[in-house]
């Protein structure tokens, strides 16, 4: 099985960024767990600023890939664009989150990406991710 994680803006920060919502592990820290622990799954990870890379990545795994585990960040509440690549593509996608995005702001409860995923898991920090693959499994 072939999976990727793709992960948007401000996500290279982990661990430094705003610790007391998003924790203090980095998230390199947190894939070299993951790929140890999930030997069986091919498990790839990309992290862009930009929303055009992330939509090219979606485009480009989204047609041979098994999954995408999408956190697409800030632009998960702006970009028609993810939106519309996830509609474009084969693979399945599941939406993720480390914070609960339903009980922080309002414009943190509007979402271009769940209308399209397969799922959305939510709130449960890191683990969030490990759900994600649980779900693919
Ligand atoms: C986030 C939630 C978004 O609202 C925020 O812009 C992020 C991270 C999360 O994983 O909790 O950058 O996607």
Same mark, same amino acid.
């Given at each position: 099985?072939?999976?990727?994680?793709? @992960?948007? +803006?401000?996500?290279?920060?982990?661990?430094?960024?705003? +610790?007391? &919502?998003? =924790?203090?592990?980095?998230?390199? %820290?947190?894939?070299?767990?993951?790929?140890?622990?999930?030997?069986? $799954?091919?498990?790839?990870?990309?992290?862009?600023?930009?929303?055009?890379?992330?939509?090219?990545? &979606?485009?480009? /795994?989204?047609? !041979?890939?098994?999954? /995408? &585990?999408?956190?697409?960040?800030?632009?998960?509440?702006?970009? $028609?664009?993810?939106?519309?690549? &996830?509609?474009?593509?084969?693979? +399945? /996608?599941?939406?993720?989150?480390? !914070? @609960?995005?339903?009980?922080?702001? %309002?414009?943190?409860?509007?979402?271009?990406?769940? +209308? /399209?995923?397969? =799922?959305?898991?939510? =709130?449960? =920090?890191?683990?969030?991710?490990?759900?994600?693959?649980? !779900?693919?499994?």
């Amino acid at each position: 099985m072939k999976l990727i994680i793709i @992960n948007g +803006p401000n996500l290279n920060l982990l661990g430094k960024r705003e +610790p007391e &919502i998003y =924790g203090r592990n980095s998230f390199e %820290d947190f894939f070299r767990t993951l790929q140890m622990k999930y030997r069986d $799954i091919e498990l790839e990870y990309f992290q862009s600023n930009v929303e055009g890379e992330l939509i090219s990545k &979606i485009q480009e /795994v989204g047609f !041979s890939y098994d999954g /995408v &585990i999408l956190n697409a960040a800030a632009y998960t509440h702006t970009s $028609i664009g993810i939106g519309d690549a &996830i509609k474009a593509i084969e693979t +399945p /996608v599941i939406e993720v989150h480390i !914070s @609960n995005t339903m009980e922080r702001e %309002d414009f943190r409860h509007v979402s271009y990406i769940s +209308p /399209v995923a397969k =799922g959305v898991i939510l =709130g449960f =920090g890191l683990q969030s991710y490990e759900l994600a693959i649980h !779900s693919f499994l």
